[in-house]
């Protein structure tokens, strides 16, 4: 007999070495797994083998619903909780640790198709004056616009922006391109425009030396410096975008919003859905057109408010 909670180690292990899947989705993986394993201690089956098709799905419901302990979870974590369950009764019967598979049924729950919200470029930019000018003296001003200019400049996730390390920059002011680091590990060369490019230059050489040397011991590769010389974390990155939001009247942008913006302001500008699935490093084609939708939108509101005849 396997118990569930061996079962799911294994699984874990596989996914972060066999799998190569990135570091933040195993750890929430390990957490869905590890109320998974109780959900089913209590219900006194603690072995894969034990496992039925009603648990699972009631385990699903559970999520949902939420108990004492834990409060009713969004759909799209209740989703990624059953794929976590899932992987791990497929794997658990391809590895021989169990004899059936209880949980190939249950899907997970299908959430509500959301548009990526967008800003316009006059709210960007205004982002991006908040942040501070390439002129300024201070070490962090100059690290918060060429921060925020990075992002809405290449449509980076945050935590590609904050791993990024200076070799991975190469000699932008040559070659205008970097290097990132996407989910799972994949990477994709992204063009980097002139303002970023400025903004970059103007902190690297004036704004990162200051930063570097407060570092207390060996001084970070990173790009992105925090106030002690450390890598600046993605809370870190987060607080200077939405402390520059907030100052420029926009309190609702949240951390995709640059990246967001990046896309619809490409299409909109004319740009191919698949050379925009490539700056975003999409691995499918369907997961960049729900930015179409977006620039449908508009083209509907632009319409209804100029055409003649759009209303009888």
């Known amino acids: 007999m396997v118990s569930v909670t061996d079962g799911a180690r294994r699984y874990l292990q596989f996914l972060a070495v066999e799998r190569g899947l990135a570091g933040n989705t195993v750890v929430s993986y390990e957490r869905d797994l590890r109320r998974y394993a109780s959900f089913l201690r209590e219900r006194g089956r603690p072995d894969l083998a034990d496992v039925a098709e ?21 759909v799209s974590s209740v989703g990624r909780a059953v794929v976590a369950v899932r992987g791990l009764h497929a794997f658990a019967l391809k590895e021989g640790l169990a004899q059936r598979d209880p949980a190939r049924a249950v899907a997970p729950p299908t959430p509500a198709r959301r548009l990526p919200k967008a800003i316009p470029l006059d709210a960007v930019e205004r982002i ?3 942040a501070g000018s390439t002129e300024d003296s201070d070490p962090r ?9 990075f992002l809405y400049g ?4 945050i935590s590609e922006a904050t791993s990024l390390d200076v070799d991975d920059l190469g000699h932008l002011a040559q070659d205008p391109a970097v290097l990132l680091s996407g989910k799972g590990g994949k990477q994709r060369y992204v063009p980097v425009g002139s303002y970023a490019v400025n903004a970059l230059g103007a902190y690297l050489v004036r704004g990162r030396p200051a930063l570097a040397g407060r570092a207390a011991r060996k001084q970070s590769p990173a790009v992105f410096l925090n106030a002690r010389g450390g890598r600046l974390t993605r809370q870190g990155a987060w607080g ?22 990046f896309a619809t302001h490409l299409l909109d500008g004319g740009a191919d859905i698949r050379v925009v699935q490539e700056l975003l490093g999409h691995a499918s084609v369907a997961t960049t057109q729900i930015y179409t939708l977006v620039t449908v939108d508009k083209l509907r509101e632009v319409y209804a408010a100029a055409h003649p005849r759009a209303f009888g």
């Open 154 to 157: 290449t449509g980076a996730r």
């Open 54 to 74: 009603l648990d699972v799905a009631e385990f699903r419901a559970a999520l949902r619903t939420g108990d004492e302990e834990h409060p009713p979870l969004a």
């Open 141 to 149: 001003v100059l690290r918060d616009r060429a921060l925020l200019e």
């Open 240 to 261: 200077i975008l939405r402390e520059a939001a907030v100052r420029s009247g926009r309190p609702d942008v949240s951390p995709h919003t640059l990246r967001h913006s």
């Open 128 to 130: 991006l004056d908040a």
